[in-house]
């Protein structure tokens, strides 16, 4: 339907304005003054955050988190291999950073990829590869109808999704900065 059809270009200009907004932002040292205006405890919560949200993502995609209907997320089957390597590379790490192993990350990855190959979980497709086509998105981005239809990202309604955009990147982005210049010792 045409709906379908012009949502991707729209939200790719609807992405690109909040990129542009945020680079102003940041060239204007608002970026800088929202920051510096955060409460300690509360830049250490957004630190915090940030890394239980990729903590959640990383869940989910090891299969020991799963949606469920009626709490939202849900155990999954630790029984079956993804899972159980998962579990088993954390304890590795885990294992290896207490014995101040160097590199300890690496080599429970290393570790748990030949595990993978070796039950057939992971399929070795090379060393390197090229990266996919850029062709679907690359200058697909949708400004200019908002001038001419009521569909395009300049559209009033479309606002709102690019504040959402933005302020999305200044929180991820301030959270990163904030929580890695803390654990380097950098105020």
Same mark, same amino acid.
């Given at each position: 339907? #045409?709906?379908?059809?012009?949502?991707? =270009?729209?939200?790719?200009?609807? /992405?690109?304005?909040?990129?542009?907004?945020?680079?102003?932002?940041?060239?204007?040292?608002?970026?800088?003054?929202?920051?510096?205006?955060?409460?300690?405890?509360?830049?250490?919560?957004?630190?915090? +955050?940030?890394?239980?949200?990729?903590? %959640?993502?990383?869940?989910?995609?090891? #299969?020991?988190?799963?949606?469920?209907?009626?709490?939202? /997320?849900? &155990? #999954?089957? $630790?029984?079956?291999?993804? =899972?159980? $390597?998962?579990?088993? +590379?954390?304890?590795?790490?885990?294992? !290896?950073?207490?014995?101040? /192993?160097?590199?300890?990350?690496?080599?429970?990855?290393?570790?748990?990829?030949? %595990? #993978?190959?070796?039950?057939?979980?992971?399929?070795?497709?090379?060393?390197?590869? !090229?990266?996919?086509?850029?062709? =679907?998105? @690359?200058?697909?981005?949708?400004?200019?109808?908002? @001038?001419?239809?009521?569909?395009?990202?300049?559209?009033?309604?479309?606002?709102?999704?690019?504040?959402? @955009? &933005?302020?999305?990147? $200044?929180?991820?982005t301030s959270g990163t900065l904030i929580a890695v210049a803390d654990k380097a010792g950098i105020d």
């Amino acid at each position: 339907t #045409g709906v379908q059809t012009c949502a991707l =270009p729209i939200s790719l200009g609807a /992405v690109f304005l909040s990129g542009i907004a945020f680079l102003i932002l940041s060239m204007f040292k608002v970026r800088e003054w929202i920051v510096n205006s955060i409460p300690n405890s509360l830049r250490i919560g957004i630190g915090a +955050g940030i890394g239980l949200f990729l903590g %959640l993502i990383a869940l989910k995609n090891a #299969g020991i988190v799963v949606s469920n209907p009626a709490t939202i /997320v849900g &155990l #999954g089957d $630790l029984t079956s291999l993804q =899972p159980a $390597l998962a579990v088993l +590379g954390f304890f590795l790490i885990i294992a !290896m950073a207490h014995k101040q /192993v160097k590199g300890a990350v690496l080599y429970a990855i290393l570790i748990i990829t030949a %595990l #993978g190959l070796a039950f057939g979980d992971v399929k070795f497709t090379g060393v390197m590869a !090229m990266p996919p086509s850029l062709a =679907p998105t @690359f200058m697909q981005l949708d400004l200019t109808s908002g @001038f001419k239809t009521a569909q395009g990202a300049f559209n009033v309604a479309m606002l709102s999704v690019v504040f959402a @955009f &933005l302020f999305v990147i $200044l929180f991820d982005t301030s959270g990163t900065l904030i929580a890695v210049a803390d654990k380097a010792g950098i105020d």
